[in-house]
C-alpha cells in the first residue's frame, strides 16, 4: 500500500489535482475560486451563477431550468446535460450550509484516532495522507470491500471524484466542514465505487459482441432521507466519467390528474389512496414501457426521453409533465438509476396490514402487482434503512420550513402532519421485512443496505 500512495502522500492535495486542470478550456464559476472542468457543467440548484469562461472564444453557457449547460467549441469535447428532477426542497443539504446538524463522532465509530480528533468547524484537507485516512474510516468501507490497500492503488480517482463532487455543490475542496467531508467521502463517492463494481460485474455475464443492457441500480429510501441528492450526485459522477446513465423515479410514473380522480372514486373515504404516494396511485404498465424502453438504449444514436412528473399541477394535487418537457437522454446507457420510497416493499398477510391500519388492505393488494411492473427489472439494491420511520415527518416539516422562509409556498404543520400520515401505516407495515429480507426477488451479495440516522448521516449498523 506504502508503494502505491508514497508519490501523492507528500504532497498538497491541490497539486496532486493540479494535472486534472491543465487545460485551456476551463470555465470559472463566478465567486468559486476552482476552475470548473472542461466538460462537465456546475450547477447551482436554485440560485443559477453565471459560468465565466476563461476564454469567450472558446465556450459559452446558457440556463437551462436548474443546471448549466456548458458549450465548447472544440470538436474533440462533447458537453452533456445533466438531467435531473433534484430540488432543494427535501433534499437534506443542510450538510452544504454547516455542520450543525451533525454529531458523527459519536454515531460512526471512526477507528482512526487523527480522524476522531479533527475539529469541529473547518477542516484544511491539505494532504492527500490526511484524506486518505478519512477515507479508510468510513463507516461503508467495510461493506463495500475497500480495503485500505485498494484506496491506496485508487487514490487519485477518489481524489478527482471529490473534486468533481465539490464543484457540483459548489464547496471549497480545500476548506470542507466535517459534515461536507463525510458526506462526500463516507457516503456519495463509496455508493458510487460499488456502483462500478456492480456494473463490471453486470458487464461480465455478457461476451464481446453482446449489446449489453444497463444494468437498472433500484435505490430504495423513505422520503426526505436524501437519496433524490445521493442519486443527483452519482449521475453526475458517471456522466463526468463518461459513462452514460438515466434516472428514473417512481414518482414519474404516478396516474395522471384524470387517473387519480378515479382512483379516488373507487375508494371512497381511504385516506390512503385520496393522494398519489401509496401503491395502486402508479401507472404501471407505462413504468413497465418506460423501463423496457430504456434498457434497449445499447447503442449510439439511440435516444428517448424519458418521462417526468409535475407535482406542481392542479393545486398540487399533480399531473404527468408535458412530453415536450421531458429529459432525453441518449445510448448506450451503462447504467438506469431507479429510485423511491417504496421500491422493493413485499405484499403481506392481509391480517398483518389490517393491524396497522384497516385501510392498508387495498393497497396490500394492489402491492401484488409492482414486482412484476418495477422490482423484477432492478438488478442491484442500495435500501437506506432508518430507525424510526417518525424521522420522515421531521425530515418534511424541514422542507417545508425551509420553503417558507425561502418566500414560497409550503405546507404549515398541520399540513405537513397530515400528508406523512398517509405514507406512515406502509413505511410501519412494510419497513421490517425489506430490512429484515432485502427487497423483492433481490440477491444478497447485490444488496447495499446503508444505515442512516436521523440527520442523514450513514452510520455503522448496531
Not at 51 to 78: E, G, M, Q, R
Not at 89 to 108: D, F, K, R, V
Not at 290 to 298: G, S, V
Request: charged share 20%; aromatic share 12%; proline share 6%.
Amino acid at each position: 500500500m506504502a508503494g502505491a500512495t508514497s508519490s501523492l502522500i507528500s504532497s498538497p492535495w491541490q497539486a496532486t489535482l493540479e494535472h486534472y486542470y491543465n487545460n485551456n478550456k476551463r470555465s470559472f464559476v463566478k465567486g468559486y475560486p476552482f476552475p470548473c472542468h472542461s466538460d462537465p457543467i456546475c450547477n447551482s440548484f436554485i440560485t443559477k451563477r453565471r459560468l465565466l469562461s476563461s476564454s469567450s472564444s472558446s465556450s459559452s453557457s446558457i440556463f437551462k431550468d436548474n443546471h448549466v449547460v456548458t458549450h465548447s467549441s472544440s470538436s474533440s469535447s462533447s458537453s452533456f446535460k445533466l438531467q435531473t428532477h433534484f430540488s432543494m426542497s427535501g433534499c437534506g443539504c443542510s450538510w452544504i450550509q454547516n455542520n450543525a446538524m451533525l454529531h458523527y463522532s459519536a454515531t460512526s465509530n471512526w477507528t482512526s484516532k487523527k480522524c476522531s480528533a479533527l475539529p469541529t468547524t473547518t477542516v484544511d484537507v491539505s494532504s492527500v495522507s490526511d484524506l486518505f485516512e478519512f477515507i479508510c474510516s468510513g463507516p461503508l468501507v467495510e461493506k463495500i470491500g475497500i480495503t485500505p490497500e485498494k484506496v491506496g492503488q485508487a487514490i487519485d480517482k477518489w481524489l478527482l471524484y471529490g473534486s468533481q463532487l465539490c464543484r457540483l455543490f459548489q464547496l471549497n475542496e480545500l476548506k470542507l466542514t466535517i459534515p461536507q467531508k463525510a458526506r462526500l467521502y463516507h457516503y456519495y463517492i463509496p455508493v458510487f465505487v460499488w456502483c462500478q463494481d456492480q456494473i463490471a460485474l453486470h458487464n461480465s455475464k455478457f461476451n464481446d459482441g453482446d449489446d449489453v443492457p444497463p444494468l437498472v441500480i433500484g435505490f430504495s429510501a423513505p422520503q426526505g432521507c436524501g437519496k433524490t441528492t445521493l442519486v443527483f450526485a452519482l449521475d453526475y459522477l458517471f456522466k463526468t466519467t463518461k459513462m452514460k446513465s438515466a434516472t428514473i423515479s417512481i414518482d414519474d410514473f404516478y396516474l395522471t390528474a384524470q387517473g387519480q380522480a378515479k382512483l379516488r372514486e373507487e375508494n371512497p373515504g381511504n385516506a390512503l389512496l385520496e393522494y398519489r404516494g401509496n401503491a395502486g396511485s402508479h401507472d404501471l404498465p407505462f413504468s413497465v414501457e418506460t423501463i423496457e424502453a430504456l434498457t434497449k438504449l445499447t447503442k449510439e444514436g439511440m435516444k428517448m426521453k424519458v418521462p417526468r412528473y409535475d407535482k406542481s399541477a392542479y393545486s398540487g394535487r399533480g399531473d404527468r409533465g408535458d412530453a415536450e418537457t421531458w429529459p432525453e437522454v441518449e445510448g448506450p446507457l451503462k447504467v438506469i438509476l431507479f429510485e423511491g420510497w417504496m421500491l422493493g416493499f413485499k405484499p403481506l398477510p392481509a391480517e398483518v396490514v389490517k393491524a396497522v391500519d384497516p385501510q392498508l388492505e387495498t393497497v396490500n393488494k394492489n402491492l401484488e402487482a409492482y414486482y412484476e411492473a418495477w422490482d423484477k427489472y432492478i438488478n442491484a439494491w442500495v435500501v437506506i434503512k432508518i430507525k424510526d420511520p417518525s424521522y420522515v415527518y421531521r425530515w418534511r416539516l424541514q422542507a417545508e420550513i425551509a420553503m417558507r422562509q425561502a418566500g414560497k409556498a409550503g405546507m404549515s404543520d398541520d399540513e405537513v402532519n397530515d400528508f406523512v400520515s398517509r405514507y406512515l401505516p406502509a413505511y410501519k407495515a412494510y419497513l421490517p421485512t425489506l430490512y429484515e429480507e432485502g427487497p423483492s426477488g433481490s440477491e444478497p451479495e447485490r444488496v447495499l443496505a446503508i444505515d442512516i440516522d436521523e440527520e442523514r448521516n450513514p452510520i455503522l449498523a448496531n
